[in-house]
């Protein structure tokens, strides 16, 4: 098989449980100790004309695993091996067998301000009279790594913690008010917002993995076009969501009603303990909330879903850690209004859940850098609970999605194949 030349970086701002999990499995996956279950981009297969199945991997020629190279930022100094044994996700022996790749992989200073994460800091932080001069040392920071880890190329996924939610204002209009704010230290820039900034004007694609709705905001869909670079978010489709986006668009499919749906989560790593803090939940609350939003509609069939009730809500437990809880409690009506209940109870693993979309997100916003295309990447909307629309609304069925993201990449592997940019 075929694939581009030259290494690609895979850098994530946030070297925590679902970064290690990450950088984890791919070595295990290296050795033959674990297989790349849940990503699409190294099992699956698109059928041609013909009824035979092309790999995902071959059509895009994605590189080879062998030929990706993690870094990324942190608030803490850990080593990847560290952090994943702070993390308590993977098995211990198996960690040990991985111990010296992880321990090569170790954060760069990282972007942080209090007032949009409260209840976590660290020593690792890196200092600038403004905002601007911290973006253009994540810029120092992404140019450095790929010299020195011999990079062709380098994608970014926002891995961080939950951002306390903002309400867009002014700053985020332009991008020539918000290279504005940069330079005065507006206080309703995040750094988030900067991480993302440096990494297209380095015109490296980026992936928003937080709830943070920053990658919604107008001036990055302007500076991704500028640069001719994809961004696509937010917030990983992992467990409950995920489970929504089958389960709803059955239920609207076969015109039954839906009259409330509660949502409870309960879970102990630092994501948890993140978003135990109001502002950072609200973030996480909002995202959560659009996808049932946008799939039943009241508008159009009042009868329904007029009057629907959605709860979300998510508790700090300690002794869970990265195993998350997720109870749903869906109350419908069908045939002359009679009601009935579907009750579900998803043990989950959040990060076992997260790591493959962020393998698949970074290798195909590389094709599509690759494939010429550039801007807002809608078609990734199979992989977010809020993503990002280029023009209208995006449908929240993933089934839809999943043939949106088929027929992107049916694109991208022609443009590639023929050597063809638009």
Known sequence: MKTENGRLAILTPGIGAVSTT????????????????????????????????????????????????????????????????????????????????????????????????????????????????????????????????????????????????????AVHRTLKSFEAGLKANNPAISPSMIYTYAALREGVPVANGTPGQWAHLPFLAELAAETQTPLAGCDFKTGQTLLKSILAPGLKRRMLGVSGWVSMNILGNRDGKVLSDPGSFRAKE??????????????????????????????????????????????????????????INFLCRDSVLAAPIVLDLALLLDAAKRAGRSGIQDWLAFYFKSPVPRSGPIDQDLAVQAVSLETAIKEMSSRLTAGRRP
């Open 286 to 343: 909002i995202s959560k909330s659009n996808l049932l939003k946008s799939i039943f509609d009241g508008a159009k069939h009042p009868e329904l879903y007029g009057d629907f009730h959605h709860i979300v809500d998510i508790k700090y437990y300690p002794p869970r850690g990265d195993n998350k809880e997720a109870w749903d409690n869906i109350d419908i009506f069908g045939w002359m209004g009679y009601p009935m209940q579907i009750k």
């Open 22 to 169: 990450l950088f984890a499995g791919v070595e295990a996956i290296k050795k033959g100790r674990a297989r790349p279950i849940g990503s699409l981009t190294q099992l699956g297969s698109i059928p041609n004309r013909s009824g035979a199945s092309t790999s995902i991997a071959s059509m895009l020629r994605l590189p080879a695993l062998k030929d990706i190279t993690f870094g990324g930022w942190d608030i803490f100094n850990d080593s990847a091996y560290e952090a994943a044994e702070e993390a308590n996700v993977l098995d211990r022996d198996l960690l040990r067998e991985l111990r010296r790749p992880l321990s090569a992989i170790r954060p760069m200073s990282a972007v942080f301000d209090p007032r949009f994460v409260r209840l976590i800091s660290g020593p690792n932080i890196k200092k600038g009279r403004t905002k601007m001069a911290l973006a253009d040392a994540v810029r120092r920071d992404i140019q450095n790594f790929l010299k020195t880890n011999r990079c062709a190329r380098a994608v970014m996924v926002n891995c961080a913690s939950t951002e306390a939610h903002l309400p867009a204002s």
